[in-house]
């Protein structure tokens, strides 16, 4: 069945240094790939998307790739700061329908 | 404006109880989506409405789960006779119909069955 496949499970960073969380998905017929961001006790909030038809997005400190060819999509983040410490969730859809969720990472940046 | 709000944030139920979980989605947002999300894991889909018609129910662990959005826009997930297994964060996204396929989610019921 459908299936998203999040790594790794837990990562440490030095403040200011980069993180990077990947991502393989298993329906090839997923288009669109959001990346949410989840505080203890909070609901998870969108912090950036990448669509079927684009290779790379950016948005600040925050970057998506999306590999259609070998399904992988990966989040990266710059800089990092201490309020960049959550759960971060990757997902893929079809569109207007069902998120299939990876299982999360959780980022540490150590100040 | 005013994002997806969820009632209770916190439900304590005794085993064989009925819960009701209510969603009031982002004013204007065609689709509704409930996820149960466990402990330590993602988010895991539920059920789907489109206005008041729930176009996808697969995600719906038994016959105990039930949602409803007679309205098209508040919805309702109701659980009857409450198992152990049901303890979850209960999680509630809306969407445009704009074709953006944005989910904004709200913070959640989290239910304990004790």
């Known amino acids: 069945g459908e299936n998203v496949e999040q790594h790794p499970s837990t990562l440490s960073v030095q403040e200011g240094d980069s993180a990077v969380i990947k991502c393989t998905y298993s329906d090839s017929a997923s288009n669109y790939f959001p990346w949410y961001k989840q505080e203890l006790g909070k609901g998870p909030q969108l912090i950036i998307d990448?669509?079927?038809?684009?290779g790379e997005k950016k948005d600040q400190r925050i970057a998506v790739t999306l590999n259609k060819t070998a399904k992988h999509f990966s989040l990266h983040i710059t800089e990092t700061q201490p309020e960049d410490s959550a759960v971060y969730f990757c997902?893929?859809?079809?569109?207007?329908?069902?998120?299939?969720f990876g299982t999360g990472t959780r980022l540490k940046v150590l100040a | 404006g005013a994002g997806v709000s969820q009632s209770p944030r916190y439900k304590v139920a005794k085993r064989g109880q009925d819960v009701a979980l209510r969603c009031d989605p982002i004013?204007?947002?065609?689709?509704l989506f409930w996820y149960q999300q466990a402990l330590g894991q993602g988010p895991e889909f539920l059920t789907y409405?489109?206005?008041?018609?729930?176009?996808?129910k697969s995600g719906l662990p038994s016959d105990r789960f039930f949602a409803e959005r007679p309205e098209g826009s508040v919805s309702t997930l109701k659980i009857q006779r409450t198992q152990q297994e049901d303890s979850a964060v209960y999680l509630c996204?809306?969407?445009?119909?704009?074709?953006?396929?944005?989910?904004?989610f709200g913070p959640g019921t989290r239910l304990t069955v004790t």
């Open positions: 996204a809306s969407e445009t119909s704009g074709g953006d396929y944005e989910q904004y």
């Open positions: 997902a893929a859809s079809r569109g207007t329908y069902k998120y299939i």
């Open positions: 990448i669509r079927s038809n684009v």
């Open positions: 409405f489109q206005n008041e018609a729930q176009l996808d």
């Open positions: 004013s204007g947002h065609v689709s």
